[in-house]
């Protein structure tokens, strides 16, 4: 990847998985939900739902709020997409085939999963009103509590690996899955993942009690572009999942790539599954779990992969 | 939808009184374009109504159909976009600049533009920290309709909560408007009732609690399965709701968000005929038991302990289940009218509903709580408003 076109390119296709991604969360949201609710599921609407509630959107005009901060509240969204197209920019779909593989992958990583909060209070500040500003509040300490353990549970994967590349992480995964060498690793990850894209029992920030907090004031192009923000960044999370803890492209019979599909497939269904069957928790008893057992036990986590590597 | 800003077409659903008609205006407003008013009713539009809402569009039937047409024909460009009801001013003007251009008179604490500005108070942690007055409600989505809560919030905490007065002072006119369950209850207390019809009406009104109630923690898609249930649950069927449950249940994670939270005491509960929040506090009181059809089906009431928001929403769970399962069981009884009367929310009279002696509560119950704590409080008290205040006065309307 070093002649001219090779970055135009990657950024072209990170972009197009990017959205298939948000497409492909956006569908299965529809469908886990109809099936939780017991209806019959209707494929083609399932299908066509996110474009026509897209396009809808489009259709909505932008209300505006007073005296609000509107460079912060056009960038708020572009931030949190970008940070989800640079954490996906770092997923090798096989060992030759990356848009990204610096040496410090997890770092690059860890600094974008950090600006996430920046992209949500920014979104909660700009309208100058209420509900947003009791989100962007109530955000801060929550990606405050779960980010840690978050990247602890990640970094524990560097340890075997011998390298900070997400590229050799996933190679040091041939004979052993990290989700097997350690165990608490994935689904701390998980559930820290449902709190950086505030997703379904997580999803504090925009929750119901305040009126959809952070996005309470958002409309049209504005309110699709937040979504799709979110949308991506729950897949690049599931997809640096599958390379951290799932063994990216490694399994039998089918091509490498189609594994990391599988994979990140396979997480996408366990977060949006969540989403649809836990109930909000409480962010006072959210924040004691993640400093009193979650951070120990990541802390665990790691200590126990380097005992092993003695 | 949880928020204005994300509609195009605002349905109202019966008569609204005139105190609310600010506040609707107010909600109308805060629609993106292109968007335009449905008015679900059957009696002809106000002259003040259609005086605020020019382009309003009045249905008597099928709502959906109508609504989904409605918004055909405004995104098509069929239908023009309404324009705002109120002028877009500030509440209060502007005063002018200070001597050192430091915003005026209005900008030191006080009301700038009409607007109240932080101000300090001491939090629950004995610290004095700055507070947001804010007013909550009376269409916000968790609260019952016409609830307004004027609270001072630090941070994510209520340091202080008023709660004001239901603006539904009068009966409404409107049918549409009037609960039919409501009128049945209203009807018991004056005239034998079928058993089986009261406890049918009983467990619907508590599925749709529980619909509602899974909205305000994040669980949509079973929300629309319990307010399926609501429809088409038969005598008998305490199986549905049991499965119901048992998806709520079995992950912890939904009573483990509502345990200890909003406790109520049962002491300070007693004798206020508060219905399941009572009996979720413990203590054994029903209307029903007075009643000698109850008592010859084998009526007890159940009761759970805890007086939370966790033991609330076990406590509606087991009723609907009981409900049913009396439903299947009473045959042609009927009920004895006796003037007063086991609602689905607690004893009412000819001049009384539990709402309004459940209200006080609120202010204590909230305070020193976060806010997402704050509305599952509220939530599962299943306060209604719109809860005709004199249930004689619905029970003459419907005959």
Do not use: C
Not at chain 1, 249 to 277: D, Q
């Amino acid at each position: 990847m070093n002649d001219v076109t090779s970055p135009v390119l990657a950024v072209v296709v990170v972009g197009a998985v990017m959205m298939a991604g948000t497409y492909t969360v956006a569908v299965l949201n529809t469908l886990v939900g109809v099936a939780v609710s017991g209806d019959r599921v209707r494929w083609g609407r399932a299908v066509a739902g996110p474009v026509r509630t897209a396009a809808l959107m489009l259709v909505q005009q932008r209300q505006s709020t007073e005296k609000n901060d509107a460079p912060g509240w056009l960038i708020a969204p572009a931030l949190l997409a970008a940070l989800a197209a640079v954490s996906l920019a770092l997923v090798p779909l096989g060992p030759d085939l990356v848009a990204a593989d610096p040496e410090t992958g997890f770092v690059v990583f860890s600094s974008a999963i950090a600006f996430v909060m920046i992209a949500v209070y920014l979104h909660g500040w700009s309208p100058n009103s209420a509900f947003p500003m009791h989100g962007a509040y109530r955000y801060s300490a929550q990606a405050l509590s779960l980010q840690i353990p978050f990247l602890v549970a990640m970094l524990a994967t560097v340890l075997p690996a011998e390298s900070m590349s997400i590229v050799d992480i996933v190679q040091a995964q041939e004979s052993l899955w990290n989700v097997i060498r350690q165990p608490l690793g994935l689904p701390i990850y998980l559930m820290a993942a449902a709190s950086v894209s505030f997703w379904g029992p997580l999803n504090l920030p925009d929750a119901a009690d305040l009126a959809e907090g952070t996005s309470a004031e958002d409309s049209g192009v504005a309110r699709l572009l937040w979504q799709v923000a979110r949308a991506s960044m729950l897949f690049a999370l599931a997809a640096m999942g599958a390379a951290g803890f799932l063994g990216g492209w490694w399994g039998p019979w089918l091509p490498g790539f189609v594994w990391v599909i599988l994979k990140t497939l396979a997480l996408l269904l366990i977060l949006v599954f969540a989403g649809h069957t836990l109930a909000r928790v409480r962010i006072e008893k959210m924040v004691v779990v993640a400093w009193a057992v979650l951070i120990p036990l990541a802390l665990v986590n790691i200590f126990v992969s380097g005992v092993f590597l003695l | 939808m949880d928020t204005p800003r994300a509609a195009n077409v605002l349905l109202v659903a019966g008569d609204i009184p005139e105190s609310l008609s600010e506040a609707l205006a107010h909600t109308h407003d805060a629609m993106s374009h292109p968007r335009v008013t449905v008015w679900w009713s059957s009696v002809p539009v106000p002259q003040t109504m259609a005086e605020r809402f020019p382009g309003l569009v009045q249905v008597d039937g099928d709502v959906v159909e109508a609504v989904i047409a409605v918004h055909r024909d405004l995104l098509a460009g069929r239908r023009s976009s309404e324009p705002p009801i109120l002028p877009d001013v500030d509440p209060v003007p502007w005063r002018g600049e200070g001597p050192y251009h430091q915003g005026g008179s209005g900008m030191t604490g006080g009301t700038p533009y009409g607007r109240p500005m932080a101000e300090l108070m001491e939090d629950r942690d004995g610290l004095r920290l700055d507070y947001i007055p804010l007013k909550v409600g009376p269409f916000f989505p968790r609260f019952p309709v016409g609830l307004v809560l004027n609270v001072k919030m630090a941070g994510d905490v209520v340091l202080e909560a008023e709660a004001e007065p239901s603006p539904f002072t009068t009966a409404v006119s409107d049918v549409l408007a009037m609960d039919a369950e409501d009128a049945l209850f209203a009807r018991s207390l004056y005239e034998p009732v079928a058993v089986a019809e009261l406890e049918m009406a009983r467990a619907r009104s508590h599925l749709r609690w529980l619909a509602d109630a899974l909205l305000s923690h994040e669980l949509h898609a079973l929300g629309l399965r319990a307010l399926r249930l609501s429809v088409e649950v038969k005598a008998g069927d305490g199986v549905a709701v049991r499965r119901l449950a048992r998806a709520l249940s079995w992950t912890q994670v939904l009573r483990w968000s509502t345990a200890g939270v909003g406790r109520m005491r049962g002491d300070d509960l007693a004798g206020m005929g508060l219905g399941p929040v009572a009996r979720a506090a413990g203590l054994e009181e029903d209307q029903r038991t007075d009643d000698p059809v109850y008592r010859e089906l084998g009526f007890t009431p159940v009761v759970q302990k805890g007086g939370d928001a966790a033991a609330r929403w076990r406590q509606r769970i087991a009723e609907t289940v009981q409900s049913l399962d009396i439903a299947a069981r009473a045959e042609g009884r009927e009920t004895s009218p006796m003037q007063h009367a086991e609602s689905p929310r607690g004893r009412i009279e000819p001049d009384s509903v539990p709402f309004s002696r459940l209200l006080p509560f609120v202010p204590d119950l909230i305070r020193g709580l976060e806010w997402g704590d704050a509305v599952t409080s509220l939530v599962s008290l299943d306060l209604d408003l719109q809860a005709i205040p004199q249930p004689r006065v619905i029970a003459e309307a419907a005959g």
